[in-house]
Nanobody, 120 residues
């Protein structure tokens, strides 16, 4: 079992920056047994992956955020971060943290989300 809690969402102007946090509470396996990711969903659009963190810690970014977003993981704090820079109005969405056992393919643990709104 994993509980995920996102925070850090806010309303910002285009060009601004935000840092999202995802604090994980794990109960069965160690935190490092899980692979985490950030997803986002804008109104009327499908959920899309923003960045996936592989078992070895290497990230895979969506093309739309590459070069602007950076993921970081603090294993001592069981926390995943998403540093977002050069924000654009099209980044407006609810951002979700997700987790899966690294041996699984599907993410089956999700947080409640944190809202990011970017205005021009």
């Amino acid at each position: 079992q994993v509980q995920l809690a996102e925070s850090g969402g806010a309303s910002v102007l285009a060009g601004g920056s935000l840092r999202l946090s995802c604090a994980a509470s794990v109960h069965t396996y160690s935190y490092t047994s899980y692979c985490l990711a950030w997803f986002r969903q804008a109104p009327g659009k499908d959920r899309e992956g923003v960045v996936h963190v592989n078992r070895d810690g290497s990230p895979v970014y969506a093309t739309s955020v590459k070069g602007r977003f950076t993921v970081a993981q603090d294993n001592a704090k069981n926390t995943l971060y998403l540093q977002m820079s050069s924000l654009k109005p099209e980044d407006t969405a609810m951002y979700y943290c997700a987790a899966r056992l690294c041996s699984y393919h599907s993410y089956n643990y999700w947080g409640q989300g944190t809202q990011v709104t970017v205005s021009s």
